[in-house]
């Protein structure tokens, strides 16, 4: 919590100097490889109650007529039947099937062109992660993400090198430092800090320039509001190594995630975040927004 509490600081300083030296974010921290950054749509099937292999199909297709060229999904449901028990880390074979007859569905809808990126959110252990790695390699993903918790890097690299799945984490680990054992022994193919809460703009710059060492790419993990996918868009348009950003279906589907910023241009054009040339970051907090969405009874800081 310190450490993103200061990523919050540390992102409004990078907007002040950017506003009181008339230069967007991208120029300060040394300028831009891109126009453009390009994203995946979290689909948000997982909340649901219909989680077919046809239900995720066509939300998946619902996505790439949005203009998206990359969706992402969770295949971790915690109420799945077919678990062992509420404790047990290790997926059953009928969870299993479960999981590959999903994201087949989701390729069979979107064809062979689009990026499918898949989550586990760490819920898992080393063998279950290693199995479906392996498992998944025919419906060829962009990534599997966080099969298992953070904190055993060894372990990533055993499921790493038993798949040519490609393994990312980075969500759950902090600072530079965080990153270095991961890379150093190879354990993870993508890296996705989440830079909301990673140690801010120009730490998320320092890790992805650390992850070009071991020619490793970056794709952040993002889910905050659109002031902080146009922060993160900064970063990621100021490294060469950028592979993808995480955008949420939210911010189509819920009226408030656009009431509380102002902005120009469209948040997002046939996949892609057009990358703010404005001073700063280009995204202000609506602050009438805010106070219409803020829990009632609770003091506004302003």
Not at 83 to 100: I, V
Not at 127 to 138: F, H, I, L, W, Y
Not at 245 to 271: A, C, N, R, S
Request: charged share 25%; net charge negative; glycine share 8%.
């Amino acid at each position: 919590m310190y450490i993103s509490v200061l990523s919050a600081v540390e992102t409004a300083l990078w907007d002040l100097t950017g506003k009181a030296l008339g230069m967007p974010v991208y120029q300060l921290l040394g300028g831009k490889f891109r126009d453009k950054i390009r994203v995946y749509c979290d689909t948000g099937a997982y909340r649901e109650t219909d989680t077919s292999a046809e239900a995720f199909g066509k939300s998946a297709k619902k996505a790439v007529d949005m203009g998206f060229n990359a969706v992402k999904y969770d295949i971790d449901e915690r109420n799945d039947p077919n678990k062992y028990d509420a404790y047990n880390w290790t997926a059953s074979q009928g969870e299993l099937e479960r999981m590959y007859n999903q994201i087949a569905g989701v390729r069979k809808a979107v064809g062979p062109k689009v990026d499918i990126c898949v989550d586990m959110h760490g819920r898992y252990d080393m063998t279950t992660g290693r199995r479906v790695a392996k498992m998944m390699e025919p419906l060829n993903l962009l990534f599997l993400e966080e099969p298992i918790p953070a904190e055993n890097p060894e372990a990533y690299k055993q499921i790493r090198e038993a798949s040519n799945t490609p393994i990312c984490a980075g969500e759950n680990h902090y600072l530079a430092h965080g990153f270095r054992k991961l890379l150093e022994i190879g354990a993870v193919d993508i890296i996705m800090p989440d830079l909301q809460k990673a140690g801010g703009l120009g730490e998320g710059q320092r890790i992805a320039n650390l992850a070009n060492l071991y020619y490793v790419p970056f794709a952040p993990h993002m889910v905050a509001s659109y002031l902080g996918a146009m922060a993160s868009s900064h970063v990621c348009a100021s490294v060469p190594n950028f592979l993808i950003l995480e955008w949420q279906i939210y911010f189509h589907e819920e009226p408030m995630f656009k009431e509380i910023v102002t902005f120009d241009g469209p948040m997002v054009d046939k996949g892609f975040i057009p990358l703010s040339n404005k001073p700063g970051i280009g995204v202000e907090i609506n602050e009438e927004g805010m106070k219409k969405y803020a829990p009632k009874d609770v003091p506004f800081f302003v």
